[in-house]
Every structure is written in C-alpha cells, then in structure tokens.
C-alpha cells in the first residue's frame, strides 16, 4: 500500500486488505456520544464491538457498572467490575481472535516492528481514557508492545491500564498505578 500526500491519498497495487480496527470502533463510539450530546442526552452507555463510552448515570443512578472479562472464562463472564461515568474503556486481546497453524496459536494482533503476530504473555489489556478512540489506541498499543514494555509505558504516561498475563500457573493481573482507583471502585456507589 503506498501513501502520498498531501492532498493524502492511499493507492495498492495488490489485492491488500487495510484494518483499522486498533481505532476504528472507538471513534465510532465517540462520533455517536457527540450526536447523543448535540441532542442533550447526558446519560449514557455505547458499546460497539466493546469499545465502550459512559455519561451521567444509569437508571438507577449509578455509575456504569461495566464488566472485564477473564480470558479463560466463558464470555460475558467478568473477573473485574468498573464503575464509570465520563470514561472510556477499550480492551484488546488475543484469547478470541486468533489462528492455529502447526499446533501453534497466533494472536490477530500484529506487532507493526517485525509485521508478525505478537508474541508474548500478553493475554488481554483493559485501558481507560477521555475518549474511545484514545482507548482503543492505547490498548492495542500496550497489547503490540507486551506485558512489560506495556505496563512501564502506561506507568510512564499516566495511563490506566489492567492487563492479564498468561503465566505458567494460569492468568496473573497487573494494572498501572492510574488504573488503581477503578479496580477498588466496585460500581456500588450512590450518585450524590
């Protein structure tokens, strides 16, 4: 695929395909808040291929009470309650969407540094930001980069992250120092 500009323009010269799915979802979501907004909706919950964004709170005045999924659990079975409202939160992985050849399993996820599936630990990765789209980039960031480079990066910006590593005794959470605050949070709260 070859880009030129500006004007930009992207032109292949073979049958290529172009995912935009490390972004695409979350600035989805955020487009539909800012028309909820323009429209005077300040209490909600969007979810597109779970890339999530709250406001305000839900009808029983609480904050969202959104849910993070263990990766070796059934899904829509949640190891960890959030409870959110005005941020976002975007999780990318590799327990669902992966490929098996030659009895090996190949994450989805392409590390842009070697153009291969990565490999490593790195099971799943929960960040949450102002926006969608900002959380959707950050967690398929953290997910190329691994468990260790991932975690000191959101440690050295200030990111909130939860991230499950797969280890030889199952899964082991880490999360940054950011991310501390939500994961004693619960979701049980009263509005004011």
Same mark, same amino acid.
């Given at each position: 695929?070859?880009?030129?500009?500006p004007p930009?323009r992207? =032109?292949?010269?073979?049958?290529r395909?172009?995912?935009?799915?490390?972004?695409?979802p979350?600035y989805a979501?955020?487009?539909?808040a %800012?028309?909820?907004?323009?429209?005077?909706?300040?209490n @909600?919950?969007?979810?597109?291929?779970?890339?999530?964004r709250?406001?305000?709170?839900? %009808?029983?005045? =609480?904050?969202? #009470?959104i849910?993070? /999924?263990?990766? +070796?659990?059934p899904?829509g079975?949640?190891v960890?309650?959030l409870?959110?409202?005005?941020?976002?939160v975007?999780?990318?992985? +590799?327990y669902?969407e992966?490929?098996?050849?030659?009895? #090996?399993?190949?994450?989805?996820?392409?590390?842009?540094?070697?153009r291969r599936?990565?490999?490593?630990?790195?099971a799943?990765?929960?960040?949450?930001?102002d926006?969608?789209m900002r959380? *959707? %980039?950050?967690?398929?960031?953290?997910?190329?980069?691994?468990? *260790?480079?991932?975690?000191?990066?959101?440690e050295r910006e200030?990111?909130?992250a @939860?991230?499950?590593?797969?280890? *030889?005794?199952?899964?082991?959470?880490? @999360?940054?120092? %950011?991310?501390?605050? @939500?994961?004693?949070?619960?979701g *049980?709260? /009263?509005?004011?």
């Open positions: 695929i070859e880009l030129d500009g930009w992207a =032109r292949k010269h073979a049958v395909e172009v995912e935009l799915s490390a972004i695409a979350g979501v955020d487009r539909v %800012a028309a909820f907004v323009a429209r005077g909706v300040t @909600y919950m969007i979810e597109i291929g779970g890339e999530i709250t406001a305000g709170r839900n %009808a029983e005045r =609480r904050k969202w #009470r849910g993070v /999924e263990q990766p +070796d659990a899904p079975t949640p960890l309650a409870a959110l409202s005005g941020e976002s975007s999780t990318s992985g +590799d669902r992966f490929f098996e050849s030659g009895g #090996r399993r190949y994450s989805h996820t392409i590390d842009p540094r070697t599936p990565v490999e490593h630990g790195l799943s990765v929960s960040v949450l930001a926006t969608c959380a *959707d %980039a950050l967690s398929t960031a953290i997910m190329v980069l691994g468990p *260790d480079a991932g975690l000191a990066l959101a200030g990111i909130a @939860y991230l499950v590593v797969r280890t *030889d005794n199952g899964f082991e959470p880490r @999360y940054s120092t %950011a991310f501390e605050p @939500y994961r004693a949070s619960g *049980d709260e /009263e509005s004011p």
